[in-house]
Every structure is written in C-alpha cells, then in structure tokens.
C-alpha cells in the first residue's frame, strides 16, 4: 500500500465574510477559543500525525503567515495573487511536479475551518480500499457549502444544490491523478486566473465514478466558522463562554467584559462595557460603534 501522504492547507481567502474582522488580517489567524490558538491551530493538528510534510499556501497577509509559521515546519507557498485552490495547485506545478514532492496521497484541510475529532487515519484507510481517487469528507446536510450524494457503497453520484451530505471541505485525493488533471487543464489553456478546485476537478471525476464520501463520525466536530456569528459561537464554545482576548492587545482600566472577543493589537480605553461583542484586530474602542455587539446584529 503506497504510503507516503502530503497535506495541503490552503489559507490565501481574503474572508469576505467576516469583514471588518479581515479588513486588514486574515480569517486563519483570527483568535479561536483558548490558549491563544488561531483558526489554522485547529486543521494543523489535526493533519500534522498524517502527513510526512505539510504545504500552506498563502495570498492575502502573507506576510503575517510567514511570521507565524516561520517555526511550524512547513513548507509556505505565496501565491501571486487570489487563484483560488486549483489556481494555486496550477501556479506551483513545477515544484508539484518534482519526483515525489506530492506523495501518493495529498490530504487538503481548509485553513479557516474549525475541526476536531475527525480519524484521518480512518478516513485515509477507506479511500485506499474503496481504490478511490478523490475522497470527501462529509457531515449531514447544512445550510451552506457543495452538497453530494451518495450511493449504499458510499459513491458520490451526484453534486445538487441541496439535499444529500455537506462537503467539510477536507479531500483526499490521489497524487498522480491530481497531477494528471492539472497537466490536463494547462493543455486546455489556463491562463494564470482563478481555478475552482471543485468545479474544475472533483465535479468531472463523479462522472468517471473515482469520487467517494466519507462521513464524519458523531463524535468529530466541523464548522465554517466564516461569519460573525458562526465566528464568535464557535469562540465561545470553545472558550467555554470565557473571555477571548489576544495577547497583544491593551484593556484600559475599569473596562468590564462579558463572553467578548478581543483580537490582535486592539485597543480600549477605560470605562467601558462590553458584552457579547467582538473587537476588530487594530481598532482603538473610544465608542460604542467601534466594536462589534453579536446579540444585536447577528443573532
């Protein structure tokens, strides 16, 4: 059984979502829950006993990926510009393409998802059994993301606008295959713009019949945590309802905080009050409007 498996995170979306949050930072170094961990903590963990090296690739604040990786042993991809995931696996070919620099198996994680719980081991085990080469990991039906459904042995037939299973985002996908289609879509005329990974490569495989689900356990637990609300509730889940603060950021005396989320080089001035609300990295609180009530505006 071929063994050697790569990760790729891929962290290079600007977070539009989550704006004003990501205005000037990106979605996977946000704060999330304690122990100053940061959304990337969550998939890096998870990935890093599976893997024999790890692949980040970067656009939006690379710089301050660098920085934060510069003592993870990984190996930072910039990419020019946003391409999305296809886009970035087509501008690194060369180096992709270099004997056994993706392995046999590549695992992908979305960098700015919060993930726990999830075998990987298990999930790798069945792709190799079902001889698949595209695997998804999938979790009951949400109200977001690519929906797939799925045969009695597990094939995906079927990519719908709803109904079936929720794509988590996580792939495994077979080295040589991967290399393949993007070898393929260069002959078809790429041309340096965005390339959705999805659309361009595991949408054309369920036809060929390659593609197969694999469903997270009761136990794990995924999110996107792309919006305000999902953002915070997952901090404080994590954080068990506790205060979130970064460590760089400065709290004025007399300022009283409840289940609040305080992120990078923030500011407040004394005197305030602030309750179920999130404060943007580098912005100074001298008023009610410069920070972010979540029972309010996103409940």
Same mark, same amino acid.
């Given at each position: 059984?071929?063994? +050697? $498996?790569?990760?790729? @995170? ?17 979605? !996977? *170094?946000?704060?999330? &829950? ?9 998939? %890096? ?10 692949? /980040? ?6 710089? %301050? ?16 510009? %946003? %391409? ?5 696996? *087509? ?7 270099? #004997? ?5 198996? *590549?695992?992908?994680? !979305?960098?700015?998802? =919060? ?5 990987i081991q298990d999930m790798l085990t069945q792709h190799m059994e079902k001889k698949s080469t595209i695997s998804i990991g999938l979790v009951a039906e949400r109200c977001y993301g690519d929906y797939f459904k799925l045969n009695q042995s597990g094939q995906v037939v ?11 985002? =996580?792939?495994? =996908?077979?080295?040589?295959? *991967? ?6 879509? @260069?002959?078809?005329?790429? +041309?340096?713009?965005?390339? +959705?990974?999805?659309? #361009?490569? =595991? ?20 999110? +996107?945590?792309?919006? /305000? &609300? ?22 004025? #005396? &007399?300022? $009283? ?10 500011? /407040? ?10 404060? !943007? !990295? ?18």
């Amino acid at each position: 059984m071929n063994n +050697d $498996v790569v990760g790729f @995170i891929p962290v290079g979306g600007r977070g539009e979502r989550l704006k004003p949050l990501t205005n000037a930072f990106p979605k !996977p *170094l946000l704060l999330m &829950g304690k122990d100053g961990k940061r959304i990337i903590d969550y998939p %890096l963990r998870l990935i890093r006993p599976n893997v024999s090296r790890i692949f /980040i690739s970067t656009s939006y604040c690379s710089n %301050l990926f660098d920085a934060y990786f510069n003592n993870h042993n990984v190996e930072i991809l910039n990419d020019r510009f %946003l %391409l999305n995931i296809g886009g970035s696996f *087509l501008q690194h070919m060369s180096r992709f393409t270099k #004997e056994g620099s993706l392995g046999d198996q *590549l695992i992908m994680i !979305p960098g700015d998802h =919060v993930i726990q719980g999830v075998n990987i081991q298990d999930m790798l085990t069945q792709h190799m059994e079902k001889k698949s080469t595209i695997s998804i990991g999938l979790v009951a039906e949400r109200c977001y993301g690519d929906y797939f459904k799925l045969n009695q042995s597990g094939q995906v037939v079927d990519n719908t606008n709803q109904g079936g299973f929720s794509s988590t985002g =996580v792939y495994i =996908v077979n080295s040589s295959f *991967l290399i393949d289609r993007l070898r393929d879509l @260069i002959k078809r005329g790429w +041309d340096n713009t965005q390339c +959705d990974f999805t659309r #361009e490569i =595991v949408f054309p495989e369920i036809k060929n019949g390659g593609v197969y689900g694999y469903r997270f356990k009761n136990k794990s637990y995924w999110d +996107d945590a792309g919006t /305000i &609300g999902r953002y915070y509730e997952n901090n404080m889940r994590l954080s068990l309802g506790e205060n979130v603060i970064a460590a760089s950021a400065r709290v004025g #005396e &007399g300022v $009283v905080m409840r289940r609040s989320i305080i992120l990078d080089s923030a500011q /407040i001035e004394g005197g305030f009050k602030i309750d179920n609300s999130i404060i !943007p !990295p580098y912005t100074k609180v001298r008023k009610k409007s410069d920070f972010i009530t979540v029972k309010q505006r996103y409940a």
